[in-house]
């Protein structure tokens, strides 16, 4: 997960590393170019699991997550190419465990979690159904 500041009610925002596309790059390859920019892994990625659609303030996002199926290297806190060393929004990457994530205020997490029957469920069949018959019925 990566820690992103100022972000979210409480401030800080846990989210899944991830984020914007650079024209002509794929969805696969621009998630393994933002994990390594963000936390310094290699990734190899797996099957789509989601679509989720977000409007927040200013935001219209479409946002598509995968199962990362294997990692290599030593997990750090990188940086964002696009901001300034003075304008860094990303403060720390780190491995949450799932229960760690299920007592976590869901004001610090990404919104995706708001939609799973439980934050255990991310990948499961069952939050899956339920994601996709609200968001992408």
């Given amino acids: 997960m990566a820690q992103h500041k100022p972000f979210g009610p409480a401030g800080e925002l846990w989210i899944p590393p991830?984020?914007?596309m650079e024209f002509g790059e794929s969805a696969t390859e621009c998630l393994v170019r933002e994990f390594k920019e963000e936390t310094n892994l290699e990734v190899q990625v797996g099957s789509l699991l989601f679509v989720h659609e977000t409007h927040r303030n200013s935001i219209h996002a479409i946002e598509?997550?995968?199962e990362i199926t294997h990692y290599s290297g030593e997990v750090?806190?990188?940086t964002d190419p696009e901001l300034s060393s003075d304008n860094q929004i990303l403060r720390d990457v780190k491995?949450?465990?799932q229960e760690k994530i299920n007592k976590m205020p869901v004001?610090?997490?990404h919104n995706v979690f708001n939609y799973l029957?439980?934050?255990e469920g991310l990948i499961s069949f069952e939050s899956?159904?339920?994601?996709n018959e609200k968001y992408i019925s």
């Fill in 64 to 66: 598509l997550f995968f």
């Fill in 117 to 119: 029957k439980n934050k």
């Fill in 95 to 97: 491995f949450i465990s």
């Fill in 18 to 20: 991830g984020g914007g």
């Fill in 128 to 131: 899956l159904l339920r994601i």
């Fill in 76 to 78: 750090k806190t990188g």
């Fill in 107 to 109: 004001e610090m997490l």
